[in-house]
């Protein structure tokens, strides 16, 4: 995904993902470095190391919130990369759709019907990376697999691939209807909206819960 640069006058900071690098708004008008604040992050996380208790059981307990914020911060990652790779979907593919939509019950000619396998790689490829996506997801569901035309995985991920199994089936037809690619192309568009939509959701809720759960740990330490 791309990062987003900016003055400060735009109200865009840059960040990087991993090697953090850049700065972050304070919310105060002014910007703080990134590795300020890391750095100040490790000095409490260290003191508050050297303070915490003997007591086993409120480590043990401490641990498991860290862990849930941790597993909290990787569905947000998830969720964020999904919605932007099924967003190249659906972008990909409106572009094939409009192509289509001129076509009447008439059928395509041999000329059309290859200009339109050429206009589908475009949503193919985008399909392929989401499809890797899915393969490697540790938080948000379980990983896709695929064994011929046998789909495992979550609902996401398995139904825009069975239409897209679908699609190709009718592209690859000698004389394809345009009626019936018509109608799988609504119900591909709508899938993706509908998916889109939940990734929206599922992302608002791992935020919500992060922030209740941070401040339940950290609200009122200063």
Request: proline share 4%.
């Amino acid at each position: 995904m791309s990062d987003s640069a900016g003055s400060p006058a735009s109200g865009n900071y840059e960040t990087q993902v991993g090697d953090v690098s850049g700065a972050v708004h304070t919310g105060r008008g002014d910007v703080t470095p990134v590795e300020k604040i890391e750095w100040m992050a490790e000095r409490v996380r260290d003191s508050l190391q050297r303070s915490l208790p003997a007591d086993e059981q409120m480590r043990a307990e401490l641990r498991e919130v860290i862990a849930e914020l941790t597993a909290l911060q990787a569905q947000m990652a998830e969720w964020q990369e999904y919605h932007h790779l099924l967003h190249e979907v659906l972008a990909a593919f409106s572009l094939f759709h409009a192509r289509l939509t001129p076509f009447g019950e008439g059928g395509f000619s041999a000329a059309e019907r290859q200009a339109l396998l050429q206009n589908w790689r475009p949503c193919q490829d985008r399909l392929d990376v989401l499809v890797d996506f899915a393969e490697e997801v540790n938080y948000i569901g379980s990983p896709f697999r695929r064994e011929g035309r046998e789909l495992r995985g979550e609902r996401w991920v398995v139904e825009i691939v069975a239409l897209q199994l679908l699609f190709e089936d009718v592209l690859k037809e000698d004389n394809p209807s345009p009626g019936s690619l018509l109608e799988l192309a609504e119900e591909f568009h709508s899938a993706c909206h509908r998916h889109l939509a939940l990734a929206d959701r599922k992302l608002q809720t791992a935020v919500d819960r992060s922030q209740r759960l941070s401040t339940c740990l950290l609200g009122g330490i200063v």
